[in-house]
Structures are given as structure tokens and as C-alpha cells.
Antibody, heavy 118, light 106 residues
Framework: EVQLVESGGGLVQPGGSLRLSCAASGFTFSSYSMNWVRQAPGKGLEWVSYISSSSGTISYADSVKGRFTISRDNAKNSLYLQMNSLRDEDTAVYYC???????????WGQGTLVTVSS | EIVMTQSPATLSVSPGERATLSCRAS??????LAWYQQKPGQAPRLLIYGASTRATGIPVRFSGSGSGTEFTLTISSLQSEDFAVYYCQQYNNWLTFGGGTKVEIK
């Protein structure tokens, strides 16, 4: 089955760190660029970060630049998001999403909830 | 950053009726526009890409149109399972999403 499964979410204090993982299966992970997209409770969708298939191109939203780091391990079919200096406003469900052949995000995981609170 | 604006924020429609949702980009995104459906507790589901191409398995009652800065998603005859929040997304320059349109039962 073609799927993405996120993990690593949880409760963290402001200023803390968390590492999210996304496990891909059912397709050739190394051939696809990937994104992280988040959704604050009751709010809309916000793109967070992008990484190309070979990790040669990486980009971040201004809201997380300098605090978050995206990476991938094609041998392990896995995508990661290292989140440092977390703020209350980073509280959200974080989705990993595949960039499909047509350029848009055609496959999404079920999401993992990150709560930043003291 | 390209800003995407959706209207209306909420659309009240009776089952069987037609729903028309709008999305406007702050600058041209060509045809690099997608529509997603999201239900509570679920991930977004891709409906339309390339402004007008239905994704695999999407019913023909969903159609998209437009190019440049003005786009429309039309649901020709609303079914019970179509009541949800709909987002547009531009992928011409990274990704940005509209604020969403909630389609609710009238």
C-alpha cells in the first residue's frame, strides 16, 4: 500500500526541541521530493519545508527558518523534521506530503500532533 | 510570497444543489493550482491539479476551471459525503494555501 506515516509528535515546552519522522512505503521514495505542511488547531494549512529527492534543494517558510531542519534518508525511506526553539505558535498537526509528478502534493500522511506549552 | 484568497468562507448548500467555490492568487500561478477536500480528523485529499484535472478516483461531479489568478471549484450536485472544508493551493512558487471554504448543509 502506498502510504506515509508520521511519528514523533508530543508535548514540549517552549524553547524545547522535537524530531518528527515520516516513513514512506509502497513507492520509490528516493524518486520524490517531499514537504512538511502543518495545521494549527481549527486553522488552515501552512507549508513548512521542502526537500528535493537528492536533498540538493531545501527550502523553509519564513516562520520556521533558522529553527527547523528538514532531512531525509533514502536508504531508510524516511523523511525528518528537526524542530528547535519551539514556540507556542508551532502547535499544530504536522503532515508529510509527497510532491507528485504533476508538481502538487498528491500523497499525505495522517499527521502527528505537536503541542508546545508550559 | 503568493497569497491565496478563498471565498466565501462558508457556503450553505442543500444536498443535490450546485456549489461554486472561488480562489484568487495575488499574482499569476499559471495553471499550477490544486484543490483539496478535508474532513474533520483527516488529512487533505487531492481533488484537482493543474487547475482542471481530476485526481485519480475523484468523481466527475467535481470540476475545476481558471488560470492565472482566478480559479473555481464546482461541485455539480452535492452528496452527503461532500460536506467538508475545501482548500486551494498554488504550487507555482513553493506552496501556499487559501484559508479554506467550509461547505455546510443548508
Amino acid at each position: 500500500e502506498v502510504q506515509l506515516v508520521e511519528s514523533g509528535g508530543g508535548l514540549v515546552q517552549p524553547g524545547g526541541s522535537l524530531r518528527l519522522s515520516c516513513a514512506a512505503s509502497g513507492f520509490t521514495f528516493s524518486s520524490y521530493s517531499m514537504n512538511w505542511v502543518r495545521q494549527a488547531p481549527g486553522k488552515g494549512l501552512e507549508w513548512v519545508s521542502y526537500i528535493s529527492s537528492s536533498s540538493g534543494t531545501i527550502s523553509y517558510a519564513d516562520s520556521v527558518k533558522g529553527r527547523f531542519t528538514i532531512s531525509r534518508d533514502n536508504a531508510k525511506n524516511s523523511l525528518y523534521l528537526q524542530m528547535n526553539s519551539l514556540r507556542d505558535e508551532d502547535t499544530a498537526v504536522y503532515y508529510c506530503a509527497r510532491r507528485g509528478t504533476h508538481g502538487t502534493t498528491d500523497l499525505w500522511g495522517q499527521g502527528t500532533l505537536v503541542t508546545v506549552s508550559s | 510570497e503568493i497569497v491565496m484568497t478563498q471565498s466565501p468562507a462558508t457556503l450553505s448548500v442543500s444536498p443535490g444543489e450546485r456549489a461554486t467555490l472561488s480562489c484568487r492568487a495575488s499574482q499569476s500561478v499559471n495553471s499550477n493550482l490544486a484543490w483539496y477536500q478535508q474532513k474533520p480528523g483527516q488529512a487533505p485529499r487531492l481533488l484537482i491539479y493543474g487547475a482542471s484535472t481530476r485526481a485519480t478516483g475523484i468523481p466527475v461531479r467535481f470540476s475545476g476551471s481558471g488560470s492565472g489568478t482566478e480559479f473555481t471549484l464546482t461541485i455539480s450536485s452535492l452528496q452527503s459525503e461532500d460536506f467538508a472544508v475545501y482548500y486551494c493551493q498554488q504550487y507555482n512558487n513553493w506552496l501556499t494555501f487559501g484559508g479554506g471554504t467550509k461547505v455546510e448543509i443548508k
